[in-house]
């Protein structure tokens, strides 16, 4: 896939209040350029926590040429959510203001305002219709409030490991993430983007715990030798999960993502949760993982019951919420179809 980027000059209005201007998105997309009244289908990928735009780079299963996502048969679109460490605007960005990075100043971000940036790159684009929209996680929040927002866009989405409203469970798992950033004393001295890298590790290995599972770990990080004295195998891979996600993105980021995924709530305003799902106009697939302990399937099985043309499929997985990323396979069987 190609990145581009693009800045939006006028004033960016966040939900929970304050604004910035010169907005910018990166994004990655087909090879071949989008114009108007081009005749391939639109497939808009909204990617995870701390992935990037490059959906291929993370999903290369799904997403390339001859894949289910044919970056050669179709414009596969992904674009960077603000507030994250890999372009878009953020509090990593630099504030021109001051010449260095925004830090805290920088207004908190909801799901609404990821969606309602993308939608103004939608529009710049020139593109009027979307084919297929689809995500994963923090991913299918933004997919969801697409569906709602932008209805007269989206023919076909499809929903995988989320839920319509951020639970107290999540919610606790996403708090606990930041007191590990909060711990770390160099994270509110603002001095650089190197801040709370020793809590983001440590966030990292709490998280890593709910996007798994049980037996995935037991699977995986088993120890080889019977008569160890001290098991460290599932440790030694925590702490390399922790140093990997420190080495590619910074705790500022990953802060204020992890507020924007306690911000996720499509009812909000809307009449509730079950009344805005409702209101979804457009085909539905929704996609439940057997083993995912952070987005159980009766989140999916609920949306799919309150969506009027929606229908619910479940993957099973010995890798939990991770599934996602992983079981190409049974996501290709369901999703084909949808794309004719």
Known sequence: MVRHEYIHNEAFEFEAGGSISGLRLVYHTSPVP??????RKVIWICHALTANSDAQEWWPEMVGPGRLFDTDKYYVICVNMIGSAYGSSGPASVDPSTGRPYFFSFPKVTVRDMVRAEAILCRHLGITRIDLMIGGSIGGFQAIEWTVMEPELVTRAVFIACGARTTPWLTASNESQRMALEADSSFRACVSLEGGNIGLRCARSIAMISYRSYKGYN???AEQDVDCLFADRAGSYQRYQGKKLADRFDAYSYYYL????DSNNVGRGR????KALGSIPVKCVVIGIDSDSLFPVEEQKYMASCIKNAEYFEITSDFGHDGFLLEWEQLTKIIEPLLG
């Open 34 to 39: 989008w114009s108007r009244g081009d005749s």
């Open 219 to 221: 699977s995986t990080q």
């Open 258 to 261: 992890t507020l924007s995924v």
């Open 271 to 274: 009449g509730g949760v079950e």
